[in-house]
């Protein structure tokens, strides 16, 4: 069954510094999604990206965050400067064209700043 | 309570019993989606029941959703200690038309062997 894949797994950068998650969503969804879930915490969403553009975005997703779609399969959350409380696990998710397509997530990038 | 929040929040059952998870919420949506999550590991999607569906059966989950009372209950039928995990209800938002899903808190699963 196809899947998301999330790189890196595990992902450990010292505050201020830039990161790149990546994600290859289902080669057919149309729609792709970041969220994120703070350590015992819910899990929250950041943006929704279709058609090259950003769709829907929460407040959390500021001017430190951006997405984008390099190629043909990928979907990257940059982070800048990035802070302690940025420490989370970030999901990305990708879904079908009809508004009662599931959402599949990958395994998730574990961000740890130090 | 919060946009999609989850009863019980923990929840000890032994093997072979059956399991159930309720979700409340408190905007209108256009589906309510209920996701797996094992410790440290991604989220599973399980089921998505449309807002004009009453109960959805998929193998041992039923799902039922009353519109009426912003609430949906995830039933796991002949549990098994596999089934150990986090449940989460996910609800989109029907008004806006937006996809961004909102999580609940989670219901803790342990399923004694």
């Given at each position: 069954e196809p899947e998301v894949t999330q790189t890196p797994s595990h992902q450990v950068t010292q505050m201020g510094q830039e990161v790149i998650l990546r994600c290859v969503p289902i080669?057919?969804?149309?729609y792709f999604y970041w969220y994120r879930q703070i350590l015992g915490q819910k899990v929250e969403f950041l943006v929704s990206f279709y058609n090259n553009e950003i769709s829907e975005k929460s407040?959390?997703?500021?001017?430190?965050f951006s997405v984008e779609r390099p190629d043909g399969s990928n979907f990257t959350l940059k982070i800048r400067s990035?802070?302690?409380?940025?420490s989370a696990m970030y999901f990305c998710a990708s879904s079908g064209q009809g508004l009662d397509q599931p959402q599949h997530f990958g395994d998730g990038t574990r961000l740890s700043i130090l | 309570s919060q946009q999609g929040e989850e009863d019980p929040q923990a929840l000890s059952i032994q093997e072979g019993e059956n399991a159930t998870m309720n979700c409340s919420y408190k905007t209108s949506i256009n589906n309510l989606q209920w996701y797996r999550q094992n410790s440290g590991r991604g989220l599973v999607h399980l089921i998505l029941i449309r807002s004009n569906e009453r109960e959805k059966h998929s193998g041992r989950l039923r799902v039922t959703l009353d519109t009426s009372k912003k609430s949906s209950s995830l039933l796991i039928t002949?549990?098994?200690?596999?089934?150990t995990a986090s449940y989460f209800c996910a609800t989109d938002a029907w008004?806006?038309?937006?996809r961004a899903l909102t999580f609940g808190s989670g219901t803790r699963l342990q399923v004694q062997p």
């Open positions: 080669s057919n969804h149309l407040e959390i997703f500021d001017d430190q990035t802070k302690l409380e940025d | 002949a549990s098994r200690a596999a089934d008004d806006t038309g937006r």
